[in-house]
């Protein structure tokens, strides 16, 4: 014990080198129990100091004495371990008192005591069991789509009583952003569309050629490709393309915008947001779905009848009369007329998402993915539906 | 931490720009712009709107490669530096942007832990704790700690900033603004605690402000903006003779005087 503290004094006596490690020495021999406090009291110390510290826990009462003559470097991180050490009150009390000490060193051991004196722990997170925590989830996401659709309702009434509202004053329209639009969402939109839709008939008159040949009816691959596209297939496509495309566009946009304050800023500077934001978007999208829609449906007929064409000797001027003998211009009408329905539900889901945005740019792309998530699933259950409708009509 | 580089002893000058040149397209914010920081100080950086302040704050931490001209940071060469290189250099400055730039996603404990537990190497509960006394110490209150950024006010955005720059505690800060959208009393107590840690660490300290009273109270010396270079620089009183026009206008006009004024009783009640 005695060669131990012996060497403890060695090293007090080799202090004045600039750089040694952070130590805490407790001498409990001593009358009060004393706290030697030596080596540099910095950041990169911060661990292995607090290690020692946490081993000292309980041994130190407020009788005890420090000694804080060997310290050499200190930081902020190196005094918040002596204000947890000391206690936060007593360091401050303790640095004010110690005339001996450079001022500048006082005044952060001051600064730092003071600063954690008004800190106390936070309280601990209270932890729930599994299952309890899984239940209550599904029930929170439940609750969640709730309200989220009853909010979508409201939003779709705000947004018609706007529409209705506007059509009755021209001088509101608002021409150029809408042709903005329609140049962003529509004219842009129509290489990708156009190419997809081309794939995709090209993929059914492939399946349509396999599979009929067999049965001898290789020749109704033409109206197998002309049923799909123009029921189904080219309004299906296009929109759920849109929604990725164009739904996450409008929820980004308009987002950053919520985040940013802009739209605070139209709503104050006496301006309507759903007017200014939302009607052009929607009304472009009205414009733009159904176009691309008429893109889409061509497209994929020559997709097709290029297959046609190459597989089953039908020539194109054979594809064409086929399809015009064949099938019915209510079945191009039955897909048509599932676009502008499309396209509001898009636009309209797009915007509303935006405009839920509060702040984070985490929340930015939260809403942006629901955008998305949202509006397919909303266009595949519209047509579903409309898909029963019209085989009960029998259109 | 302290140590000097070597081939800093020269001057100990930290931070050394020479001969920048900023463009934006056609428009020219410097050229040929020289400044020194000297260990130690806090060397106000003040100028009109636009004359590219930040810009030079962004130049000199690498975030902007200017068109011509050098940045040397504690005597390296900042732009011909490999990354790691960088890093290492990055380590030692710490930035507080001028809208905070806290990461929206986390609470403001984990903006601060992050560089503790990416750099220093912090296990997570130490970083955390702490990162909880940084808060403290940049003033914030206990409950706001586990908060998210969107949930606070500016101010106290301001000072999670803060408390993120200061969180290695590093040899050089850079400040953007940083009393802008305090209250008066934050401010001062912001000016103070600046104060006290430049004092205890030897911090450097690069200041953008237009607070007159920041730069009256704790700035060692003042760079003035204009002109696309640094059109003086040196003690308060050195610059506020300058003849110009702007000059004048800044430190001669109603606030600049009365930032004077108060500071002058201030010193005298000391």
Known sequence: MNAGRQAVATTMAQMDTPHAPGQIHLDRRS?????????????????????????????????????????????????????????????????????????????????VGEAMQSWR??????????????????????????????????????????????????????LTPLAAQIEETGWNAIPIIALLTFMVGAVVAFLGSTVLVEFGAGIYTVNLVAFSFLREFGVLLTAILLAGR?????????????????????????LNPVELLVLPRVLAMLIALPALTLVAMFSGLLGGGVVCAMTLDVSPTMFINMVHDNVAVRHFL?????????????????????????????????????????????????????????????? | MNTPAPQLAEAEVVIRVRGVCNRFGKQTVHEGLDLDVRRGEILGVVGGSGTGKSVLLRTIIGLRRPQAGQVQILGE????????????????????????????????????????????????PAAEQLAIVKLALAGLPADAAHKYPAQLSGGMVKRAALAR?????????????????LDPIAAAAFDQLLLTLRNALDLTVFLITHDLDTLYTICDRVAVLAQKKVLVVGDLDEV????????????????GRAAQQAAAHGRQGQ
Request: glycine share 8%; hydrophobic share 50%; aromatic share 8%.
């Open chain 2, 240 to 255: 506020a003779a300058t003849d110009d026009a702007w000059v004048q206008d800044y430190f001669h006009g109603p606030r």
């Open chain 1, 246 to 270: 164009t739904a996450s566009a409008f929820a980004a946009q308009i987002g950053s915008m919520q985040a940013n304050e802009e739209v605070d800023a139209i709503r104050i500077l006496g």
């Open chain 2, 165 to 181: 720059a200061l969180a290695l505690d590093p040899e050089i800060l850079f400040l953007d603004e940083p009393t802008a959208g």
């Open chain 1, 31 to 111: 009358q009060p129990a004393s706290v030697r406090i030596s080596g540099d009291w910095t950041l990169a110390r911060y661990t292995v100091l607090q290690g020692e510290l946490a081993a000292l826990e309980g041994q130190l009462d407020d009788s005890i004495s420090v000694d804080m003559a060997a310290l050499g470097e200190l930081d902020t991180a190196g005094a918040s371990l002596l204000a947890q050490l000391l206690g936060a009150q007593r360091l401050s009390d303790w640095a004010k008192a110690q005339e001996t000490l450079p001022a500048a060193r006082r005044a952060l051991l001051q600064t």
């Open chain 1, 121 to 174: 722990a936070p309280a601990p997170v209270r932890q729930t069991g599994a299952i309890r925590a899984f239940f209550a989830h599904i029930g929170s996401a439940m609750e969640k789509v709730a309200r989220q659709e009853w909010a979508l309702l409201g939003f779709i009434g705000l947004t018609l009583a706007t529409l209705v509202y506007d059509l009755w004053h021209p001088q509101r329209w608002r």
């Open chain 2, 77 to 124: 060469d900042f732009l011909a530096l490999s990354d790691e290189h960088r890093v290492r250099i990055e380590r030692r400055c710490g930035v507080l942007f001028q809208s905070g730039a806290l990461f929206s996603s986390q609470t403001l404990v984990e903006n601060v832990a992050m560089p503790l537990i990416e750099h220093a190497g912090f296990p997570r």
């Open chain 1, 334 to 395: 039955v897909g048509i007329a599932k676009a502008p329905v499309f396209a509001f539900l898009i636009a309209v889901i797009g915007c509303a998402e935006g405009f839920k945005v509060t702040g984070s740019a985490q929340s930015v792309g939260e809403h942006t993915t629901s955008s998305v998530v949202q509006s397919i699933f909303m266009v595949i259950l519209v047509d579903a539906l409309a898909a029963l409708f019209f085989m009960q009509a029998g259109w």
